[in-house]
């Protein structure tokens, strides 16, 4: 009882110290409206501006920034281009080599964005580009190292994934705080000086409340991570690295802790999409599907053009909220610095947003067991707990996993094809009941990403406090659903690299809010209007995903149902009698 208080709090921590790393590093970069008015005021690039005489004439008084304004959002572009950009080769780091050498990577890039920005000045204004880029990509590995930690809570996962999500949302008000402190007296390179020194927090974090693995989904018994680990826990990966006589006639346990070999470049041989590593039957896609047919599968592709038009106008608003509020407030900068302000607290309420949509995940999971399965509710499930049955396996029985609170080592008792009772049957349903639920989340995100963007193309001030609610609602919407939604539709061993890819494809189109950005400030002379109503057009494009994936469950449905009617009826044998189920 004592060592399941102990596990309890321990998850607990590992729950809430993930949340306060997400809140207050990960994704700062998006707090970029902030930074900039402090980075201005610094006169970073403010040799790009020119006199008001040589400009053309646009009737404002004092020099002509739009080239400075136009290099800032650069580095804001480049630096979100590689936040996505490089979560692929990143995730594949985490899915090959394991949680704690990628938290080690993340913390070295953090570390050493915020040690460039504390020492850049206004001479040496070109710092930011790298800078921007390793602030990103530390960010990005941080919260991919921690949507993991849903899978320690069962029914609640999609909730704490979203939940995440929020957090690197709320995030971006770090940069609010920075400009509050600068204004009160306190220097840029002493607040970025603090943000070096609390890697001292990451590293803590890694090794005494992170696995060095990954953490299953779900869970085998006793589960135990972190410094003061022992056994599965330890090095834990895969169902077959924890038994690897699977297949071959034994089973002995081997004890991963006990086998220094098993590491490093033994870990990608192990045979990933069998058993666990989360993905087991029932969750999302087969557990045997490759990573090509993920990548090359009608959902992916939908799902990727969801995420890909409403990025971009999330990115193309935080890049140009800036010179759109100086246009919409006629430079008045203390307006402008107030818009500002309200902005970046909005962007707090990311973390309380986000976990409505994993509510709207895991909505079909109440009532169940704490690992969300459905577990023990057949009267097979009851009829394999009589203490009548013998209590060891047969010779060459499979070892794991646990069902209904038996080994699955009793499954020879039944007719069944594979070690499977008949609450593990009943992953086909659950996962296509997961799957479901993610119809209503991806087509709730896409409307208020529609609504953000009309909100957003209303040239009055005062509406944009309204445009900003709606954008945070619609961000904290985006970014939990698209990482709950790979980790429901496609197998978990997969869920670093194709979460990488997706970032990372989108990015390429997120590129086109810098020819948007010139389009604005050029042509169509500081009038987002013509480009926001384009936007609104192409987001429109992003309802066919909730469509497909409807389809893909009435598939599925249509397939369960089949072979229900094919299958043969399933026995069991006990003291030689044998009785239908």
Not at 66 to 95: C, H, W
């Amino acid at each position: 009882m004592e060592k399941q208080g102990a596990r309890l709090a321990k998850r607990l921590g590992t729950l809430l110290s993930g949340l306060l790393e997400c809140m207050c590093f990960a994704g700062v970069i998006f707090g970029w409206a902030s930074l900039v008015y402090v980075l201005k005021d610094m006169h970073y690039f403010e040799e790009l501006c020119v006199p008001a005489a040589n400009g053309t004439g646009n009737g404002t008084q004092g020099p002509d920034c739009r080239a400075q304004d136009e290099q800032l959002s650069l580095v804001f572009t480049i630096g979100s281009f590689m936040n996505n950009f490089m979560t692929f080769p990143t995730g594949y780091i985490f899915d090959r080599f394991g949680t704690m050498p990628a938290r080690l990577l993340a913390i070295s890039f953090y570390t050493g964005g915020t040690l460039l920005i504390a020492f850049s000045t206004a001479a040496t204004a070109l710092i930011l580009f790298p800078a921007m880029c390793l602030l990103s990509i530390g960010g990005i590995l941080l919260i991919l190292t921690n949507m993991q930690v849903g899978n320690l809570f069962g029914k609640h996962r999609s909730t704490i994934i979203t939940l995440y999500n929020g957090a690197f949302d709320s995030s971006s008000a770090v940069f609010l705080v920075v400009k509050l402190l600068y204004e009160q007296g306190l220097t840029l390179r002493a607040t970025f000086l603090f943000l070096s020194a609390c890697s001292a927090w990451h590293l803590t974090r890694t090794f005494c409340l992170m696995p060095r693995w990954h953490i299953p989904y779900p869970l085998p018994p006793g589960y135990a991570y972190g410094l003061r680990c022992r056994r599965q826990g330890c090095s834990y990966r895969t169902h077959e690295e924890q038994w690897p006589g699977l297949g071959d006639g034994t089973h002995e346990p081997s004890d991963p802790c006990s086998e220094p070999g098993l590491r490093g470049a033994d870990a990608g041989k192990a045979p990933m999409g069998k058993g666990e590593s989360g993905a087991g039957p029932g969750h999302g896609e087969p557990p045997g599907m490759s990573f090509r047919a993920c990548v090359f599968s009608k959902l992916f592709f939908w799902h990727l053009m969801w995420l890909s038009v409403m990025q971009l106008r999330h990115y193309l608003f935080i890049g140009t909220l800036n010179p759109t509020l100086e246009h919409l407030a006629a430079r008045d900068t203390a307006l402008v610095s107030t818009y500002t302000n309200a902005f970046a607290f909005t962007q707090l309420c990311g973390v309380l947003c986000a976990p409505w949509n994993g509510l709207i995940l895991d909505r079909h999971k109440r009532g169940r067991s704490k690992d969300g399965s459905a577990k023990g509710n057949h009267p097979v499930c009851h009829q394999l707990l009589d203490p009548a049955l013998p209590a060891a396996a047969p010779a060459g029985a499979h070892p794991g996993p646990w069902c209904c609170e038996l080994p699955c080592s009793s499954a020879p008792y039944l007719s069944l094809p594979s070690c499977q009772c008949l609450s593990c049957l009943s992953g086909g349903s659950d996962s296509l009941a997961d799957l479901r639920s993610c119809v209503l989340s991806l087509a709730v995100t896409v409307l208020q990403c529609v609504a953000f963007s009309v909100c957003a193309s209303v040239p009055v001030l005062p509406v944009q406090y309204a445009t900003f609610i709606l954008q945070v609602l619609s961000r904290s919407f985006l970014y939990g659903g698209n990482a709950a939604f790979l980790a429901i539709a496609f197998p978990l061993e997969h869920f670093g690299k194709l979460y990488g890819l997706v970032m990372g494809l989108s990015a390429m189109v997120s590129l086109l809010q810098y020819p948007c950005f010139a389009l604005i400030k050029g042509p169509l002379s500081d009038d987002p209007f013509y480009v926001n109503i384009g936007l609104i057009i192409v987001i429109l494009l992003a309802f066919v995903s909730p469509l497909v994936v409807l389809r893909e469950c009435q598939r599925r449905e249509s397939e369960q149902e089949k072979q229900h009617v094919d299958s043969p009826s399933l026995t069991l044998t006990k003291a030689g009698v044998e009785s239908s189920i």
